[in-house]
């Protein structure tokens, strides 16, 4: 079994080995294979592609759903109407903003949890579990715990921190606002990445530590030398996956603050666009920018990170 | 023996599927209004008057239809952005509706509301309906919903404030009057300046009082003529500014609301308040308890007057709000639902909702009624039925939603309103904002 994947994995690795024609058996069966996949490669197109080419096409127009008969072509007018605007501007460095501190947090304290549901030696299922509660709770309803927590009428929080009144109001100005909102975000999310930092934990090897161990190095050289150098897939899988899912934080925000104080992300710039304001044409434009700019975060972490995503998939 | 066998795991499974199956065909034939040859109606409503509001629609229900009441948000935002949804699907279940006149002439443009043509159109804005009601079921010459319910602002004031003040509430008063009575009094002014749609109400009843305009030529949509910035605008946001630096402003200011400023009408000196209809019934239920009037002297203490003009000499326009019932138009039985919407709308209907519930009538004659006369002090009656009648509708456009949302984000927070800058600022945003050349 064992071998069978290592002779697969080699047989698709180096691109320069001269390519030797496929046997009939394996024709038949890449065509088998193709058709299997047939089914599920349209349906991706239908829920996938579809709504997104919908959303490039609508975006050229000046389209609002409440006067129909106006519906104009402008080309790329709403593009550079959105690109042009502060407001866009202002709700993405905030989204950024959002996205990088929450993702640090997330990385330094989900890898703590990670060594200690690695480590636990008694009531471990009741430890791991108890960490990963919170992400089994939905988003909504732990913004709305959190909002009520920081609320200054009836929250704990105010009572806890001995640096701020008692009736300290963290709703009422952009930056206590913004900090309430990203501790219900990494309360959240935290586990998620403790998790797959835990799968990256387990896959380095113990001789490996245990050799640094017989070498001398202390606890903080086995820590950066092996086990992080080691999981070093794993970690950019993490920040990858929860960079991209802070980049479009909505609900905490839209329980939290709606928007208010200039707590907007982008993505709730888009929802008010279309949901609340029916502005399909500049909605449509502005979910285009937001799929882009996803993108472009994706492709800045693969290379800020230099990892080959099949070797993080273990495949090479 | 054998019929008689506990089914098997098979069968089970045969069973509960059949039990599904008969389940959602239930539940299916519930949504498409079909129950055993009888139609259902499905009424959304907005949560004012729930309990009045489930009788009349027993009431309505005939051999033909069932009205059933089904429940939106709280906020009016909410409530047009779930409506909205269905609409734009061509959801045929959503029947009756319960609409903010400022809603109407979106949805109305959208195609989403079936007008009432012929009679039926006669039947729902006839001579009795007030004016400014009427005003607000009328788009593009057709008759798109019928009137429910009108709500008005009135200047709610404790008379023996007013009194020390030395102001003749006989006349009518001014902003600048009441702004300064109430500094000089130690008292406070209540209005509506949190960031959303009732801070628009007020600053649309300014500037009309002013006898000017937020835009207009709104039918002509995204081509308005954008109209904030003139005299009208200006002598707007003076008072605006006169209330924020008087020290008369109640606390929280930019987050108050119709509810915040109830509390402070027994409080101290008392205060003036503009607010809605629903204030009378709520301190005359309130009488002994937090908030409310110590006792009955107190409650006879509280006065109302005319909504407060903005240039002396110049009528007010007092704000008309209240409740427009439409059809939907993707209605399968359409004259049913809107022979439904005429009886839900009538003035037995109205006079109900009137006394129980403080929402008053838009027909004159409902007005005029026994139970009314006995439920309200007959001059209050009066002065709610000139108030729609000769009240500012806020403006009528496919686009007021951005109006809205536009004007709210200049001019919040009040703290910041200047009569040289904010009428001008405000015009320039909203122009871009109309043209697509801005982003809300």
């Not at chain 2, 949805?107 to 309906?129: C, K, R, Y």
């Not at chain 2, 987050?255 to 009408?265: D, K, R, V």
Request: with cysteine; net charge negative.
């Amino acid at each position: 079994m064992t071998t069978s994947t290592v002779q697969t994995a080699t047989a698709k690795k180096p691109r320069s080995t001269p390519k030797t024609p496929d046997s009939d058996r394996a024709k038949a069966e890449n065509a088998l294979g193709r058709k299997l996949v047939a089914p599920a490669i349209v349906l991706m197109l239908v829920v996938t592609a579809f709504p997104m080419i919908r959303a490039l096409y609508l975006s050229l127009f000046d389209y609002s759903l409440t006067d129909p008969d106006e519906r104009s072509f402008v080309g790329l007018q709403n593009y550079v109407t959105a690109l042009t605007d502060s407001l866009f501007w202002r709700d993405t460095a905030n989204t950024v903003m959002v996205m990088v501190v929450t993702v640090a947090v997330e990385l330094v304290i989900g890898f703590a949890f990670a060594m200690v549901m690695h480590r636990v030696i008694f009531a471990r299922g009741l430890i791991r579990t108890s960490i990963l509660i919170p992400y089994g709770i939905i988003t909504v309803v732990s913004g709305f715990a959190w909002q009520f927590a920081f609320s200054a009428d009836n929250g704990f929080v105010n009572g806890w921190l001995p640096f701020v009144g008692a009736d300290f109001d963290w709703f009422g100005e952009y930056g206590s606002s913004i900090v309430a909102i990203m501790v219900s975000e990494i309360w959240k999310t935290t586990p998620f990445m403790s998790l797959l930092l835990l799968a990256g934990l387990a896959q380095v090897s113990e001789d490996m530590i245990e050799a640094a161990k017989v070498d001398g190095a202390t606890w903080f050289q086995r820590l950066y030398k092996v086990i992080l150098p080691n999981m070093r897939a794993a970690i950019m899988v993490a920040v990858l996956f929860r960079a991209l899912d802070a980049y479009r934080i909505f609900d905490n925000i839209y329980v939290m603050t709606a928007g208010a104080n200039g707590t907007e992300s982008i993505s709730f710039l888009t929802y008010r666009q279309v949901i609340e304001q029916f502005q399909l044409g500049i909605g449509s434009a502005l979910s285009v920018l937001l799929f882009l700019s996803v993108l472009v975060v994706a492709f800045l972490i693969v290379k800020v990170f230099r990892v080959d995503l099949s070797s993080a998939r273990q495949e090479g | 023996m054998h019929r008689f066998d506990p089914p098997g795991p098979r069968r089970r499974r045969a069973l509960a599927g059949l039990a599904t199956l008969v389940c959602t065909a239930g539940l299916l034939s519930a949504c498409s209004g079909d129950d055993g040859g009888r139609t259902t109606f499905n009424w959304y409503i907005n949560p004012d008057g729930q309990e009045t509001l489930t009788a009349i629609a027993e009431a309505c229900s005939t051999d033909e239809y069932d009205i059933e009441i089904q429940l939106l948000p709280t906020s009016a935002t909410d409530q047009r952005t779930q409506l909205a949804r269905r609409l734009a699907a061509k959801d045929s279940s959503t029947n009756l509706m319960s609409l903010d006149p400022v809603f109407v002439p979106e949805f109305a443009n959208a195609g989403w509301l079936a007008p009432f043509e012929g009679d039926l159109a006669d039947q729902v804005v006839d001579e009795d309906v007030l004016a400014g009601a009427a005003e607000t079921v009328e788009w593009e010459g057709d008759v798109v919903a019928a009137p429910q319910w009108a709500n008005t602002q009135v200047l709610w004031y404790r008379k023996s404030l007013a009194e020390a003040a030395g102001l003749d509430m006989e006349q009518p008063v001014t902003w600048e009057q009441v702004i300064t009575a109430a500094a000089d009094e130690g008292a406070t002014v209540g209005v509506q300046a949190d960031r959303y749609e009732a801070y628009v109400v007020w600053i649309n009843s300014l500037v009309q009082g002013a006898g000017g305009s937020i835009v207009e030529d709104t039918e002509a949509g995204r081509d308005a003529k954008v109209t904030i910035d003139s005299d009208a605008g200006r002598a707007a946001a003076a008072v605006i500014q006169q209330l924020v630096d008087s020290g008369a402003t109640q606390p929280g200011l930019s987050t108050s609301n119709e509810g915040s400023s109830l509390g402070a009408m027994y409080e101290g000196p008392g205060e003036f308040m503009t607010n809605w209809t629903f204030v009378y019934k709520n301190y005359e239920g309130a009488v002994g308890q937090p908030g409310g009037p110590a006792d009955e002297e107190q409650f006879r203490d509280l006065g109302w007057a005319r909504y407060p003009q903005t240039v002396e000499g110049e009528e007010s326009r007092p704000p008309v709000g209240g409740i427009n019932i439409g059809v939907g138009a993707y209605t399968e039985e359409l004259d049913l639902a809107q022979e439904a919407a005429v009886c839900v709308t009538s003035p037995e209907a109205q006079g109900q909702l009137a006394v129980t519930d403080g929402l008053m009538p838009s027909r004159g004659s409902v007005y005029d009624s026994p139970e009314l006369q006995e439920a309200y002090p007959p001059d209050l009656l009066t002065l709610y039925r000139e108030s729609v009648d000769t009240g500012g509708p806020r403006p009528k456009s496919a686009y007021y939603s951005q109006i809205s949302s536009a004007l709210q984000s200049v001019w919040h927070s009040p703290t910041g309103v200047d009569p040289d800058s904010t009428p001008q600022e405000s015009a320039e945003f909203l122009r871009a904002v109309l043209d697509g050349k801005a982003l809300l």
